[in-house]
């Protein structure tokens, strides 16, 4: 019989829940994580890392189309759908079994099985009926987030897919329809775009990726557009009629106008919502708000020794986010000195789709709302060297101050590798630079992140190249 | 360089005076403390004194002058060693680097704006380094701070933005200290408790550095249980009458709840007003009575406590009171008080009752001079008509400043207060 009396159980090791249980470890803490399913939960094993895997192949043949414009000859390209699929699940089930080293490394005791709470300082891990019982002074919920269904749209995972069936598809659909604009559905459209569909993007906001700066948004519509993608903002889907090959949505838009269209497979994203059932939490004092935890700067729940951490915490859903939360909580268990909140305007937000979009802080809307005299600066790719030499000319960048105290409130990005750009604005923010270190720190031509320079001095009106 | 005095604020709200006179003229010396000139705004007339010593080197604005905006330079003093040539190096346009001193002078001379944060403990001048981002140096220099005043909560103690925006809302920065100022204003506060006076326990401990409330608040107390000679009057109040009229008041309406709180400002902003002798502060060589009854209410606050302030508390009905209260007391807890709402008033009120204390005596809030300190209601035996009987009852002791309310002064006060919370119908009239 195994030890079952810890200091720390994470159930969920998703990258809230693995990040939070190996710096327990560092820490000294006697660490325990309970998993139903994969290491890494939902972002390694069916979001964040095979997404990009199956973006890249994307990428690569998009490069191969253009390969002429580079001066290669190339006859015959085409996408292999099945070995796609195939790297995306190796790359996923590689960086698994990586996490499960990580664990053993840090001394973490794995729990397989559907864990819950079962009363103060317990935790009951089932598994195939058998039930196994831990003691454990402090516990944190990690167990993420799911799709989002709506009522008559639910997916049937044959014709109309959530994100987990969309990572694995069985066809290429030659008419696909994607509801919900956010980065998951977008990163979809983008891919499947890339490797042939025909794609209609549903969003019910007025704009695509509602939550980036407007700017952005425009800009990233019109770059879908030119890829071909069909773009239907301000409209909701009202209904989704089966047939035996095809699915007919009823679309109806801001003015309450209906309209029909027939597609092979459909995509639903329209956000998500946590995994706050089946945790124990009758009976305790831990307060769920809809489909969420809700938690002090801490992770602390209303339940002294029981914490939440990551996607099951509510929106930003970002594993990035989720791992800070969980080193916070954990530190601050320990006792560590020095601990600080996490600071959530300083979290950046990534879009893998093409062009990439990236952002941090706050919108240019966002903060003149806050009551910000702002000053605005903006770099368009086609001004930028490398972009050029890369062949990548469509992009821009844009950063947003505080006029009078020249606090970098925001940046704002749309792309190539706008997704490794953005942490220099992190940084920035985090260590709460103004314009002038930002002005006087010298960046490397050439390189994309000139632009970020760039963009600075344009707000302050010195830009050089334009 | 010479240093250049600045029109003061003699209120949070003041933005422009009248500069009656002045005492001195150009190339006289003057030494710390003697009076510069004399400025007049529609409450009262104030004195500016020097802070520094010197020698006046050029007035820039003429005795008499309406409608002088507030740190609009006014006169540049020339140090020791300095001749008249060093004043062409001071534009008098030029912002002046040195408005702090003359404020603290303000804050010295003029009660009414309560004293603040200035830290004896200088960190820059000694030459070792203040960590801090820039753009909390870009926010305190902006609002003429210096940033080694400040503490810093960022990481091992990094002054961050959240620093510099904490100490100005807690009202850091109406007393902007500078090493120049920090003579002067020893001469006429009290001196800051050294630091090191008593060595520290051996043995394992944790260093919390102070924040400016806390800062603000050794200062404050230290002054006032050092300077104002506290004497303590304590008198029970049936609370039976209010109670059931609280009762009633409630239940009529979902537009306000009042508190025994709310009773208790608005019997003490009565009792002031029929008593304005007592609704007087200190000033040093007059006392100041006020016409506006201002009642400061003390909040526990994450970190410390801060007094927000209820203007014209007799003026105002008991929803009313509630109603602001509620809406301070938020705003306290949340750190977005504006130095007005803080700031000002002669008396304050400190209820502890909601943790069942039962009587306990609290020191004066400077430059006030008097704090009721407000114990729980309970249920405790009586003598009435010869027999006993249960009543509901209420301690509260009041802490005075003998230099301004003498012993039968507070009694009276008391019993005034005494007899509206007893007859709560008598605080409709």
């Known amino acids: ?466 | 360089m010479p240093i250049t005095i600045t029109m003061p604020a003699l209120s949070p709200t003041m933005t422009e005076g009248k500069l009656a006179n002045w005492q001195v003229k150009e190339g006289d010396s003057v030494a710390s403390g003697d009076v510069l000139a004399e400025i007049e705004t529609d409450k009262a007339t104030m004195e500016v004194e020097a802070v520094d010593e010197g020698i006046v080197g050029k007035i820039l604005v003429d005795g008499g002058t309406e409608n002088v905006a507030v740190n609009t330079p006014i006169a540049l003093l020339l140090e020791e060693g300095e001749d008249a040539s060093a004043l062409d190096t001071v534009s008098a346009a030029a912002p002046a680097p040195a408005a702090a001193p003359v404020e603290e002078t303000q804050v010295a001379v003029t009660p009414e704006a309560p004293a603040s944060p200035a830290p004896a403990a200088q960190t820059a001048p000694d030459g070792k380094r203040v960590f801090s981002s820039p753009l909390a140096r870009r926010i305190a220099a902006d609002a003429g701070l210096d940033i080694a005043s400040i503490s810093g909560t960022g990481p091992r103690g990094r002054i961050v933005k959240a620093d510099v925006e904490q100490y100005i809302a807690s009202g850091g920065a109406k007393a902007a200290p500078t090493p120049v100022t920090d003579t002067g204003a020893a001469a006429t506060t009290a001196p800051a408790p050294a630091a090191s006076a008593t060595p520290p326990h051996a043995g394992e401990h944790e260093e919390i550095p102070l924040n400016g409330m806390r800062k603000t608040i050794a200062k404050r107390l230290t002054e006032a249980k050092q300077t104002i000679p506290h004497f303590y009057l304590t008198i029970e109040c049936e609370l039976d009458n209010l109670l059931a009229m609280r009762k009633e008041l409630n239940s009529r309406s979902d537009e306000y709840k009042i508190s025994v709180n709310d009773f208790i400002i608005r019997a003490s902003a009565l009792a002031l007003k029929k008593l304005p002798a007592a609704n007087a502060i200190w000033g040093g060589d007059k006392i100041l009575q006020y016409k506006d009854i201002d009642i400061s209410v003390a909040v526990a606050v994450d970190g410390g406590l801060i007094t927000p302030v209820v203007r014209g508390a007799d003026q105002k009905g008991l929803a009313g009171i509630s109603n602001e209260m509620k809406d301070l007391a938020g705003k306290a807890k949340e750190g977005k008080l504006m130095p007005e709402e803080y700031q000002g008033g002669c008396f304050s009120i400190s209820n502890l009752g909601m943790f069942g204390i039962k009587e306990f005596s609290a020191v004066i809030n400077p430059p006030q001079s008097a704090i009721l300190a407000v114990g729980a209601g309970e249920q405790r035996p009586v003598v009435k008509d010869g027999a006993l009987a249960m009543a509901t009852v209420m301690s509260v002791t009041l802490s005075c400043d003998h230099r301004v309310i003498d012993g039968a002064v507070g009694a009276e006060l008391l019993q005034y207060f005494k007899g509206y919370i007893e007859e709560p119908l008598t605080m409709m009239l």
Not at chain 1, 313 to 332: D, F, Q, Y
Not at chain 1, 386 to 405: D, H, Y
């Open chain 1, 1 to 466: 019989m195994s030890d079952t009396s810890f200091d720390l159980v994470v159930i969920g090791t998703g990258p809230g829940g693995y990040v939070a249980a190996i710096r327990a470890a560092q820490l000294g803490l006697k660490t325990a994580v309970v998993e139903r399913e994969h290491f890494g939960g939902i972002c390694l094993n069916w979001g964040c890392i095979p997404t990009k895997a199956l973006l890249r192949t994307a990428e690569v043949y998009r490069n191969i189309q253009h390969a002429t414009s580079y001066g290669i000859k190339v006859e015959k390209a085409s996408v292999d759908l099945e070995a796609t699929v195939k790297r995306s699940r190796q790359v996923a089930a590689q960086l698994s079994g990586g996490i499960s080293g990580l664990l053993k490394k840090n001394k973490v005791s794995v729990f397989e099985g559907q864990g819950k709470l079962a009363g103060s300082g317990k935790v009951s891990v089932e598994k195939d009926g058998k039930t196994t019982s831990l003691a454990s002074k402090h516990i944190i919920l990690a167990t993420g987030a799911r799709a989002r269904t709506l009522p008559g749209l639910e997916p049937d995972g044959k014709f109309v897919w959530s994100y987990k069936e969309a990572l694995v598809p069985d066809t290429t659909p030659k008419k696909l329809l994607v509801v919900g604009s956010g980065a998951i559905g977008i990163e979809f459209a983008s891919f499947f775009n890339e490797i042939g569909s025909d794609v209609t993007v549903v969003e019910v906001m007025d704009r695509v990726l509602p939550v980036e700066d407007a700017e952005i948004s425009a800009f990233a519509e019109r770059a879908f557009k030119k890829q071909g993608m069909t773009i239907k903002k301000g409209t909701t889907v009202t209904d989704l009629k089966k047939s035996a090959t095809t699915v007919t949505a009823s679309f109806k838009d801001a003015k309450g106008k209906v309209t029909t269209d027939s597609f092979d497979r459909v995509i639903m994203a329209v956000g998500i919502v946590g995994n706050v059932e089946n945790l124990g939490l009758e009976g305790t004092k831990v307060k769920v708000d809809r489909t969420h935890i809700e938690v002090d700067e801490y992770s602390r729940t209303g339940e002294p020794g029981v914490y939440a951490i990551g996607d099951l915490t509510g929106p930003p859903w970002l594993a990035h986010k989720a791992s800070h939360e969980g080193v916070i909580c954990v530190e601050k268990i320990a006792g560590v000195k020095d601990v600080h909140p996490l600071n959530t305007s300083n979290i950046p937000g990534c879009t893998y789709c093409h062009p990439q979009v990236a952002s941090v802080g706050l919108t240019e809307e966002a903060a003149k709302a806050a009551g910000h005299d702002v000053k605005v600066g903006r770099f368009p790719f086609i001004g930028n060297g490398k972009a050029i030499a890369l062949g990548e000319p469509e992009g821009l960048i844009k950063s947003v101050f505080n006029a009078k105290t020249g606090e970098l409130l925001g940046a704002h990005m749309i792309g190539a590798e706008v997704t490794e750009l953005i942490q220099g604005f992190g940084i920035a923010k985090t260590l709460e630079t103004t314009e002038l270190e930002l002005m006087h720190t010298v960046f490397p031509h050439p390189t994309l992140s000139e632009m970020m320079h760039e963009s600075v001095l344009d707000a302050f009106d010195k830009v050089i190249h334009i």
